[in-house]
């Protein structure tokens, strides 16, 4: 025995024949009452079939068993035939059932064959009984009708297979196809994982989506109206969304802006999840779109990964149905894959940034020391070289006049030492290495109060303090630094407060206020890039390396309040920032 994957249909219409032949069978022999006397024979023509039925239920078949099945059928026929009376009996039509396994295994000959061998049985068995010339040439009619039976069963056999075959024959081309098609877009899925990983390009990747997108819903397609599809990626700047990059959009559909707040593009960005609209033409937003007016469906998928949204994925088409689910299913590989791509190409752009930015701290930095330098040591040096030339000329002439100068240049000298230690200590405080952030702001507090006559308070949690990791203690000596210099230069304060402590579970609140002249903070941030200093975007970007919240209130008069919220956990992280 064989088994086969898929199963016979030959066999399931043998066996259907051979059920209906049975039903008959029992039908007359009821009729005649003779069903008792031929219970053994139709017990086990009954046995057979069953047999026949389970084995193709299995997909099993016999060695030669299509041989087989018309011999057995044959003989258990000839055993009926015998056994209920010959030509005379309520079954001598009987022949049949071998006819008919014949004609749909072996066709037109295989049924001949059967019914002119059993034609020969019934007229050599009416002449055998009865032993006239008269009742031989009567067998004749029946055995007549047994090869009438055998044409009509081998023809329609024939056309049966004929036309099995060719049912199969397109099965077997439509799965070929389907194969085919399968492997096509597996192919394009491919190129699409191994083009997207491959580029860091935020164009190309956008581009790239939309073109595999293209080619793996298109594969093996035959279909006119497929060159009708229409899409684009539709990414958020600030708060709209823009076309990042589109396929078959017009000049002004290009430029079109949308709010994501209506239609489609909001349930969308509401539910995570894609979408397929039936009338994406009448959209109140992506109806804007001209490209979009002549499409039926459509279907959309979120860009977006945990809480960060960049934007929409949108396949439209004309042709309703067009959105299978086949279709469906590839379109959220796709969508997955651009998400992956555009997060690495997003996060490989902040990279560029952060290094450029980077760049910009330090230049601004370097700029910076040289401003202070100019502004402090060099002008007190050049105040000490050109008093000791005046205390050259006074020593010729009046030498108590020149000991008062000297002490004066001595203590310009101790004053410009400690300008030049306290910014030696703000580039690189090494009690902030040591002894860690409180130690570092004390002692910033006291330098600031020798050098500058400036009162610092500072009210630190300790504990706090101690829990930081030493490069976010670091980030908030700098933010402490900055706006302490910013009130010192600028606001002509007499006294500032740093104050850090815990707010709420996971956050700190850093908190510098001084009560000097203040500003308009709206003002200022208008007219910022005409300024000359960086204080606040120092302020603003190294308050983004702690994932903190800077907070600048001020009034002019009344003095400013810099506050900083600083998570101190992701979790905290994640509450902070929706909370804003």
């Keep these: 025995m064989r088994t086969y994957d898929s199963p016979y249909i030959a066999d399931w219409f043998a066996i259907s024949l051979r059920w209906i032949t049975l039903v008959g069978a029992l039908v007359s022999l009821a009729i005649r009452d003779t069903l008792v006397e031929m219970a053994w024979v139709t017990l086990l023509l009954l046995l057979w079939n069953v047999g026949m039925t389970f084995m193709a239920a299995l997909n099993v078949r016999l060695n030669f068993h299509r041989i087989v099945s018309v011999t057995m059928d044959a003989v258990l026929a000839v055993i009926f035939f015998f056994q209920q009376g010959g030509?005379?009996?309520?079954?001598?039509?009987?022949?049949?059932?071998?006819?008919?396994t014949a004609s749909v295994y072996f066709e037109f000959w295989g049924a001949m064959g059967v019914s002119i061998a059993f034609a020969l049985i019934q007229f050599g068995s009416l002449w055998y009984t009865a032993g006239s010339l008269n009742a031989s040439l009567a067998a004749l009619l029946p055995?007549?009708?047994?090869?009438?039976?055998?044409?009509?069963?081998?023809?329609?056999?024939?056309?049966?297979?004929?036309h099995l075959r060719a049912s199969r024959e397109d099965h077997l081309q439509n799965e070929a196809r389907k194969w085919r098609i399968e492997s096509e877009r597996l192919r394009?899925?491919?190129?699409?994982?191994?083009?997207?990983?491959?580029?860091?390009?935020?164009?190309?990747?956008?581009?790239?989506?939309?073109?595999?997108?293209?080619?793996?819903?298109?594969?093996?397609?035959?279909?006119?109206?497929?060159?009708?599809?229409?899409?684009?990626?539709?990414?958020?700047?600030?708060?709209?969304?823009?076309?990042?990059?589109?396929?078959?959009?017009?000049?002004?559909?290009?430029?079109?802006?949308?709010?994501?707040?209506?239609?489609?593009?909001?349930?969308?960005f509401d539910e995570g999840e894609p979408l397929l609209s039936p009338n994406i033409g009448y959209d109140p937003e992506l109806g804007r779109i001209v490209a979009l007016r002549s499409c039926t469906s459509a279907y959309c998928f979120p860009l977006r990964s945990g809480f960060n949204v960049y934007g929409a994925m949108v396949f439209a088409h004309p042709d309703p149905k067009y959105f299978n689910p086949d279709r469906c299913s590839l379109m959220d590989i796709i969508g997955r894959q651009a998400v992956i791509a555009?997060?690495?190409?997003?996060?490989?752009?902040?990279?560029?940034?952060?290094?450029?930015?980077?760049?910009?701290?330090?230049?601004?930095a370097r700029k910076k020391l040289?401003?202070?330098?100019?502004?402090?040591?060099?002008?007190?040096?050049?105040?000490?070289a050109m008093r000791i030339n005046l205390i050259r000329r006074m020593v010729e002439k009046n030498t108590g006049n020149a000991i008062d100068e000297l002490a004066k240049v001595e203590d310009l000298a101790h004053r410009t030492t400690k300008e030049i230690r306290h910014m030696l200590f703000t580039l690189r405080p090494l009690v902030l290495e040591s002894q860690g952030l409180s130690a570092a702001l004390q002692s910033m507090a006291?330098?600031?109060?020798?050098?500058?006559?400036?009162?610092?308070?500072?009210?630190?949690?300790?504990?706090?303090?101690?829990?930081?990791?030493?490069?976010?203690?670091?980030?908030?000596?700098?933010?402490?630094?900055?706006?302490?210099?910013?009130?010192?230069?600028?606001?002509?304060?007499?006294?500032?407060?740093?104050?850090?402590?815990?707010?709420?579970?996971?956050?700190?609140?850093l908190e510098i206020?001084?009560?000097?002249?203040?500003?308009?903070?709206h003002e200022v941030n208008q007219a910022y890039d005409k300024r000359g200093s960086l204080g606040m975007v120092n302020l603003s970007e190294r308050t983004e390396l702690v994932n903190g919240l800077l907070n600048i209130d001020s009034t002019p008069g009344k003095g400013t309040r810099v506050q900083v919220y600083i998570p101190l956990t992701e979790e905290a992280a994640d509450r902070l920032h929706h909370k804003k």
């Design 513 to 521: 206020a001084d009560n000097g002249m203040g500003f308009d903070v």
């Design 342 to 364: 555009i997060q690495n190409a997003r996060l490989y752009q902040d990279l560029i940034e952060e290094r450029n930015r980077m760049i910009e701290v330090h230049e601004e």
């Design 188 to 268: 394009a899925i491919y190129e699409l994982t191994s083009t997207l990983t491959a580029t860091l390009s935020y164009k190309r990747v956008l581009d790239t989506a939309l073109d595999m997108g293209y080619t793996a819903l298109n594969s093996g397609s035959e279909e006119e109206g497929d060159v009708k599809l229409v899409s684009a990626v539709l990414l958020f700047k600030g708060d709209k969304l823009r076309v990042g990059s589109a396929r078959r959009f017009t000049n002004a559909d290009m430029k079109v802006t949308l709010a994501g707040e209506e239609g489609v593009l909001k349930r969308l």
């Design 370 to 384: 040289a401003r202070d330098l100019h502004d402090g040591p060099t002008q007190s040096v050049a105040a000490m």
């Design 446 to 509: 006291e330098k600031m109060r020798e050098t500058f006559s400036q009162n610092v308070v500072i009210n630190v949690d300790k504990i706090l303090s101690d829990q930081l990791e030493m490069g976010k203690q670091g980030v908030i000596f700098y933010i402490i630094e900055e706006a302490v210099n910013n009130a010192r230069k600028h606001a002509n304060a007499s006294a500032i407060t740093v104050r850090l402590a815990l707010v709420e579970t996971g956050i700190a609140l």
């Design 87 to 100: 030509i005379t009996g309520p079954t001598w039509w009987i022949a049949i059932l071998p006819i008919l």
């Design 143 to 162: 055995a007549g009708g047994t090869l009438g039976l055998g044409v009509l069963f081998g023809f329609l056999g024939g056309r049966l297979v004929t």
